[in-house]
Structures are given as C-alpha cells and as structure tokens.
C-alpha cells in the first residue's frame, strides 16, 4: 500500500513553476527531473472553490452545486452565503478511504471549516473565522498546534495598499503552514497526506503587477520586482524539508487548483447590462456601490450580474423570483439574446473580446444547487467581472473591490514524484476531474461506481521504471 503526500499550491501556473523559476527552486526541480509532469486543466469555473472539491470528488462543479465561492441564497436578490465545508455532500478521497480503514490528514484545504469528522485529523482553510473557533478534528489537535508553532494563521488580507505588511505576513503565514505540516506528518499515522498553501495565490493577487513585465501596470526595478523568485524559493526550501520529514518511501504530488496571469482590466457588467436595457435603476447611484445596495427598479429588469474572476447573470423570472419580468416561455429566448450581446462585446482598442458564455448544464450536464442562469468569461479570463455601478467607463484598470493585480487561468501544475522513481516522463496535459480516481487506485482502494475519470498513467512510473 503506498503512502501519498500531496502539496497543493493554491493559484500556481506551468509558466512561473515549471518554466520560469524552475531552475531556482531546487528541491522542486529534482522531484520534476525525476519525476511525471504535466499542465493540470481545472474546472469551470477556474475557482479556488470549486477546483480543490472537483480534484477531491471526482465530481464536476454542477454535480457538487458549487459555482465559487459566493452564492446566491435561492432565488432572492441581496441574499448570498459563502461556501464552507457543509456545502460539499459528496464523499470526498478521505471518506472513501477512511471507510477502509485508512487515515489521512488535511491540512488548510478549502472548504475545510467548520471542520468534519475524519478518519485522522484536520486542519481547517483560509474561511476560518478566527483561531477562537473549533477548527480541527479532533478538537484536542488545537492544542497542539498552539504548542508547536503558536498563533497558526490561516490567511491575509491581501486586497490592500501596504503592499510591505502583505509581504511579510504572507511569509510567516507560509513558515507556520509548514512548520506545522513536517510535524503532523512525522508525528502522526497516515496514509495520505494533504497541505494545501494558499499562500501563492495571494502572492499572485497582491504583487503580480510588480514581477511581471506583461502586466500593463509592470514598472521596471520597482521594489517587489523579485518578490515572486523570493517567495517561491522559500517555499520549495519549505517543501523539501516536508518531503524529508513524511519519508523516503512516500509517492509525493505537487498540484495546483488553477493558474494565475496578469488581469488587464475589469469590465463592468451591471452598467453593460443597463446600457443594453436589461438591467433597470429607479436612481443613479451615489458613488460606486454594489448592485445590492442600489436602487434597481426590479419590475423593469430581466437580468443582473455578480462580479468576480467571472461573470454570473441571473434572470428575472416570472413566478421564480419576487418581482419576476421574464416569463418562463422565453427564458432560453432571453439567454439566447444575452450570449449573442456578449459576444460582441468589444475592449477599449475596439478589438472583439475573446468572450465565452455558457449555461451550468451546457457544461456539467446536471447542475444542481445555487446555480445562476449564464456564466460569462471576459477576453479569456484577462478581464475581471466588475459588479458594482457608479463608474464613469465600464472598463476599470483596477478592480472594484480592492487592489488585485492577477486573475485566474485554466491551467494549473501537476508533478507527480513516485517513491524511487529515477527518470523525468511529461505526460502532457491532465484533467483535475481524473484525480480521484487515480488517487484512490494508487492508494490500493477501489474507486466508488459513481466516481469517473480516465487513467492517468501514474501507475507506470513506480519503482523508477
């Protein structure tokens, strides 16, 4: 029976790991030349939450009913609820295994609060309201985790100016995650190990303007011009010694949720629907405010939308919601109208945006849950969805929410490093939704019938063959 550690880097692209600063990061780079490599193609959509369940299930983000992290509550206009680990019902790696008697332990990886019984122990995520709440299984383990590295840190508030007290929170964030994962996986009996750090991802949100040259905002020899090199060497110093400390006889992963690149601009979705006349206001907005705070004339509108790393539109549904306009019978008419519109939606050079639009089902095939009605891309996910009114253009090179200099991209990183292995194999492109399975096969128990997914070939480079 193998052994399995996944190292989960929240936000990371093939173009900074494997391309980039692989040569910087050496313990990462001997796990890469000896080892099976691959772009990891995430979900729609490419979302913290739902990418991790997906990867974790086996299951797609409408199978789940999980869309993001934000969801509306029904079918309400100002009502909305953030995913935590209550909102995901189906069985995930850990449950199937624990059935078998197999433990595992979970360290950060959302949703993980408020935290689930588990065959083993937890540690709960980023959405952890404070180190006041019960936020590991068992409870006990808190105490512990107090004694070996102090006050733990789950996150940072990364949408902020003082870029200096970003920095270095982020890296004793980073030193507790670790210091606490070389203890619980030397310490404790397992048989999958899972960290996940968040870490990059508000690396990448907070500072990419400052490291990447093809950012419109980039300025060259400004004083985070390094900070992305320093950071990840001090997190694959991190990783090696957790590598060291689980054993020489554990199959090891590296895995991202999705990737991150330079965000361009944000465009303003609910004055684009306004404009267009399908999103009605009583008044004009005093200031920038969100949707749920302005004054939107409900009887005359038929659709509005949420802001984000992409778009949600939700229609105003007769006999759906409370002051529905949009009669049932021409629901698909009205989704059919909203995606040509969308397709023609040009930049501010003129230039037609790369745009996609989708229904949930026309993706997932089921699509329960909080869904909303289209889902809309803007230029290849370059452009932020900007949900608030109030603005002089609808296109912001800022986001409306708070400083962010990145947004997501579909493909993450997948490294795969099998005890004794010796030779470096690229497998290509892989999918997040076959991981289940293949995970479960390597740890000797069977996949449950309703889990899919394809091989991914991992089985062939055991015993360094």
Not at 77 to 82: A, L, M, S, V, W
Not at 198 to 213: E, M, Q, T
């Amino acid at each position: 029976m193998n052994k399995v550690l996944i190292i989960g880097l929240d936000s990371v692209p093939p173009e900074l790991l494997f391309d980039r600063l692989l040569d910087e990061l050496p313990n990462i780079k001997k796990l890469y030349k000896t080892g099976a490599h691959a772009k990891f193609r995430t979900c729609d959509p490419p979302i913290t939450v739902p990418a991790w369940m997906v990867m974790m299930t086996g299951k797609n983000p409408g199978q789940l009913g999980i869309y993001g992290f934000r969801h509306r509550r029904g079918y309400g206009y100002r009502d909305g609820y953030i995913v935590n680990s209550a909102s995901v019902k189906e069985p995930t790696v850990w449950d199937v295994i624990g059935r078998q008697g197999l433990k595992t332990c979970v360290v950060g990886l959302p949703p993980g609060y408020p935290p689930k019984p588990i065959s083993g122990y937890s540690v709960s995520c980023m959405i952890t309201p404070g180190l006041d709440k019960e936020y590991t299984y068992p409870p006990e383990l808190k105490k512990e985790i107090a004694d070996v590295v102090g006050d733990y840190v789950f996150d940072v508030t990364f949408r902020v100016e003082d870029r200096d007290t970003i920095k270095k929170q982020l890296f004793e964030m980073t030193e507790k995650r670790f210091e606490l994962a070389k203890h619980l996986a030397a310490t404790k009996d397992w048989n999958l190990f899972i960290l996940h750090e968040i870490g990059f991802d508000r690396l990448h949100h907070a500072f990419w303007k400052y490291f990447d040259p093809e950012h419109p905002k980039y300025v060259a020899g400004n004083k985070y011009e390094g900070i992305a090199k320093e950071y990840y060497r001090f997190a694959d110093k991190k990783i090696g010694e957790l590598v060291a400390a689980a054993g020489s006889d554990v199959d090891v992963f590296i895995l991202s949720d999705h990737g991150s690149k330079a965000m361009k601009g944000a465009f303003c979705v609910n004055q684009w629907l306004e404009r267009e006349g399908f999103l009605t206001l009583k008044s004009k907005p005093s200031g920038v405010l969100d949707i749920e705070k302005t004054d939107v004339d409900w009887e005359k509108t038929k659709a509005w939308g949420w802001g984000g790393y992409y778009a949600r539109i939700f229609l105003n549904v007769k006999g759906r919601e409370a002051n529905g306009v949009v009669d049932p019978a021409d629901v698909q008419k009205t989704k059919a109208l909203l995606k040509e519109r969308f397709m023609e939606i040009k930049d501010p050079s003129g230039r037609t945006m790369r745009n996609y639009v989708f229904e949930p089902e026309e993706v997932y095939g089921e699509a329960v849950g909080d869904k909303p009605d289209l889902m809309v891309y803007f230029d290849d996910l370059d452009w932020r969805s900007a949900g608030t009114l109030g603005h002089d253009s609808l296109y912001l090179s800022e986001n409306d929410t708070g400083p962010d200099d990145s947004v997501h991209s579909v493909n993450g990183v997948f490294l795969y490093h099998p005890a004794g292995s010796t030779h470096e194999r690229d497998l290509g492109t892989l999918n997040t939704k076959d991981f289940a399975r293949n995970l479960l096969e390597l740890l000797g128990v069977a996949p449950p019938p309703d889990i899919g997914g394809a091989s991914m070939g991992l089985g062939d480079g055991r015993g360094g063959k």
